[in-house]
């Protein structure tokens, strides 16, 4: 480490935090709150600590002075607000703007940094190595700036997490098995954003989704309440809730998901929600503020609705972790499909979808996957980290004739930051070819 930044008292103290950080938070909640929540504090930590250190040397090595006091100074506010974070979920609750904005997000912000930083370390690794074999001094001084990469990224991430993109969406709903692929695949959707759509021959079904809310942190409830006054000034046909609505900052606060769905309240008979996976953890909160907004939720059960596109039938899957095609397969029977009705089904894992047998689904919408959270989607392109994996992560997905619209996520939960895939404020326009 360069002589001005050793000279630096606040050099040490970003370790002596970075340490404290890591034994006490574990300790302190171990004692208050029990061993899973401390191991979750320390598996946390553990992943981001080692990069958020070593890439401070690294920074330090090579800043100019004035720069690396800076530098500093952000580290050991950051740590701090990191710890503080974690350790004020010991006991979750919402929090006002100030603790946000101060504490929750730079501290979280921190966290995704020092992951991003460990592993973008790991992959510069190899070139580093070999450029010092060739004793290419200006190479390695050149890239050195690289190193500033993972926190770019993580500033600009703040941004998107706080933002929701607002889109019209036009699907093209198939009539007929030949009309789409004979396996699970992406196919073509219509996206607008910033831009008007093109006008119809026939009135569309217009649907409001609103997918994985997650009250916490990154989703204050006047945040929440305005983005669905905002959707619901289109005046949809439906709007349709599927699922994922609260955190653990969501959970500890009675009465918070009512509130922030306040403007679904005079909808009624046009709203309808179901489960997901975090809402079984917290049941009767969830439950409470859909029944005090006249929100209907459907626990594997159908709802039959006439709209001015039309009639429209809607099935609702309870979420299940196991045994997902037997679930499917028996809810879908149970139900059959009404005659000249549009056969909706909404599924908040869209790892299901391929369970749906062909033509027993017009269109599914799910959520789950927050867009994959990490991916190239703000920059056009539909890549993201799920994109090798099963799980369809957004957009629009054919099997045969069903349909599957995956929602980026009004909010999201997990890894503290959206990173290249915005979440998502969208009117959805379904239309038959």
């Not at 994109?387 to 980026?408: C, E």
């Amino acid at each position: 480490m360069a002589a001005h930044a050793l000279a630096d008292p606040l050099a040490g103290l970003f370790w002596g935090l970075a340490v404290t950080s890591l034994i006490v938070v574990p300790l302190y909640a171990g004692s208050v709150r029990g061993r899973a929540y401390a191991l979750f504090g320390f598996v946390i930590l553990l992943l981001s600590l080692p990069g958020a250190i070593v890439m401070h040397e690294r920074l330090l090595a090579w800043l100019a002075p004035g720069v690396a006091r800076l530098a500093n100074a952000a580290f050991v506010y950051s740590i701090a607000a990191a710890g503080v974070h974690l350790a004020s979920l010991v006991r979750p609750r919402l929090r006002g703007p100030g603790f946000r904005f101060l504490v929750s997000i730079p501290g979280m912000a921190f966290i995704a940094a020092g992951a991003l930083s460990g592993l973008w370390l790991l992959a510069l690794l190899p070139l580093r190595a070999v450029l010092a074999a060739l004793d290419w001094h200006r190479a390695l001084a050149a890239l050195r700036w690289l190193d500033l990469l993972p926190f770019v990224i993580a500033a600009l991430s703040i941004v998107t997490s706080l933002r929701l993109a607002r889109e019209v969406v036009r699907i093209r709903l198939a009539r007929t098995d030949d009309d789409g692929p004979t396996r699970v695949m992406r196919v073509p959707l219509e996206r607008y954003r910033r831009r008007v759509p093109s006008p119809l021959s026939s009135r569309p079904l217009r649907i409001v989704q609103i997918s994985d809310p997650h009250l916490g942190p990154w989703q204050s409830v006047a945040a929440l309440r305005r983005r669905i006054a905002e959707l619901c000034a289109h005046e949809p046909d439906l709007v349709l809730l599927t699922g994922d609505f609260l955190t653990m900052e969501g959970r500890g606060t009675p009465g918070a998901l009512a509130e922030a769905l306040a403007p679904l309240h005079d909808l009624e008979g046009r709203t309808f929600a179901i489960l997901g996976n975090h809402d079984h953890e917290s049941l009767e909160e969830v439950t409470g503020g859909l029944t005090k907004n006249r929100i209907r939720l459907l626990v594997d059960d159908e709802a039959v609705v006439e709209t001015p596109a039309g009639s429209v039938q809607i099935l609702g899957a309870d979420y299940v972790g196991k045994g997902r095609k037997e679930h499917l397969e028996g809810l879908l029977a149970r139900y059959p499909r009404r005659e000249d009705h549009l056969r909706l089904l909404l599924l908040h894992d869209p790892l299901g979808f391929r369970f749906v047998p062909r033509g027993d689904a017009d269109l599914t919408l799910s959520g789950h996957t927050h867009g994959g959270q990490l991916g190239l989607v703000s920059i056009g392109l539909d890549w993201t980290v799920l994109a090798r994996s099963a799980w369809p992560d957004h957009g629009l997905f054919g099997h045969g004739r069903n349909r599957l619209y995956v929602h980026r996520g009004t909010g999201f939960y997990g890894f503290p930051l959206r990173i290249g895939v915005p979440g998502e404020a969208s009117l959805l326009e379904l239309v038959f070819d």
